[in-house]
């Protein structure tokens, strides 16, 4: 980690090589107590962010991003 609490370019670089656009993943837990994202919801990677932030299109409709080193998705 960057010692402004976000990741690396290397590490992002990292996580974009992990979740490319197109890749399915499952939520396995969120910090987000205002989201109705819940454990086992599925989505789609639309892209990764300059933060490493994988923005998911949720099949909920949902549109939240998994922030690197807080949230934790799987993939299928």
Same mark, same amino acid.
């Given at each position: 980690m960057a010692?402004?609490?976000?990741?690396?370019e290397h590490t992002v670089d990292l996580v974009r090589k992990m979740y490319?656009?197109? *890749?399915?993943?499952?939520?396995i837990?969120?910090?987000d107590p205002y989201s109705r994202l819940?454990?086992? =919801?599925k989505g789609t990677v639309?892209?990764?962010?300059d933060t490493g *932030?994988?923005?998911?299109d949720w099949d909920c409709g949902s549109g939240?991003?998994?922030?690197y080193?807080? =949230?934790?998705?799987r993939k299928l």
């Open positions: 010692n402004n609490n976000f990741p690396d490319p656009a197109g *890749t399915r993943v499952e939520l837990q969120m910090d819940k454990p086992g =919801d639309r892209m990764v962010d *932030t994988v923005f998911v939240l991003g998994i922030v080193g807080v =949230d934790r998705v």
